[in-house]
């Protein structure tokens, strides 16, 4: 596990690579969301980063080579506007944790779930407000999902995995840190199962398409077709760019996927 990227040879690239997910925050942009709620829910601010120009560059000219995908724990609204720079032809977006799919032109629920799931994830919200209202400071906000919660928090709280587990007796729920607050969502359905349903799509092999990720939530997901982790101390992979101040792995990556598909660089 966590193999240095420089082992992942060129010409096996070339010859066996027919895909590329892409996790967004802390691997093709920082991490650090910035985001604060009001009380009633009324008002809502979300700052958060952009793509570098030169990795726009350097996704158009990959998704000529290979099929392009990006998977993050975000809500498919932000993906789209996020992500406009290189869409639409040869790239899917994967939202929510593996829920939602936007592939040719179609948004796609991958997984259903019944009104008992959805009551559950309101009563959790409704105790997570409360929660809010008593700690502001420590408490943002939600960010805006269809069927996870995600709430932004200062710091680690385990007021939050309390209320989870109070309203979920059967254990069916997981309740990640994502380094800016917690995911919350259905065991059932993560990044991985979005995977599988989008390689049967394409027609390829899980061996066919490299994965990347740097958090708890992409733990699955690297462990399906090729992973890279782009921060070996939180989660591992079958190879590994070590984390540094002011660098992205995800560009770090884009880039040694060009030397082996555009410049044909050899070992
Ligand atoms: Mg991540």
Redesign the pocket.
């Known amino acids: 596990m966590n193999k240095p990227l420089e082992k992942l040879g060129y010409s096996f690239i070339r010859e066996n690579i027919k895909a590329v997910t892409f ?5 093709i942009v920082p ?1 650090g969301t910035f985001l604060r709620e009001n009380i009633d829910g009324t008002e809502l601010t979300i700052k958060t980063y952009k793509l570098s120009a030169e990795m726009v560059s350097m996704l158009k000219e990959l998704k000529k080579y290979v099929w392009i995908n990006f998977s ?2 975000r809500a498919l609204l932000y993906l789209q506007n996020m992500l406009g720079d290189i869409l639409w032809d040869r790239v899917t977006l994967t939202a929510e944790n593996g829920n939602f799919i936007l592939m040719n032109g179609k948004v796609e629920q991958i997984a259903e779930y019944d009104q008992k799931y959805f009551q559950k994830i309101t009563d959790i919200r409704q105790d997570l407000k409360r929660l809010k209202e008593e700690k502001p400071d420590s408490v943002y906000g939600f960010e805006p999902k269809h069927v996870i919660i995600t709430i932004h928090t200062a710091k680690k709280m385990s007021e939050i995995e309390e209320i989870v587990k109070k309203h979920d007796k059967k254990r069916e729920l997981y309740c990640l840190w ?1 380094s800016e607050g917690y995911d919350i969502g259905h065991m059932k359905t993560n990044k991985r199962t979005a995977l599988l349903y989008l390689t049967g799509k394409l027609e390829i092999k899980p061996e066919q398409m490299i994965t990347t ?6 733990k699955e997901m690297l462990g399906f077709g090729i992973g890279v982790s782009v ?1 070996p101390e939180q ?1 591992s992979g079958e190879y590994a760019i070590p984390k540094k101040k002011g660098e992205l792995g995800g560009e770090i990556l884009a880039k040694y996927l060009l030397e082996a598909f555009v410049t044909q660089r050899t070992e």
Do not use: A, M
């Not at 996790?23 to 691997?27: E, L, N, P, R």
């Not at 990720?213 to 992409?218: E, K, W, Y």
């Open positions: 996790d967004i925050d802390g691997v991490t993050s724990g994502t990720g740097n958090n708890l939530n992409d921060d989660v």
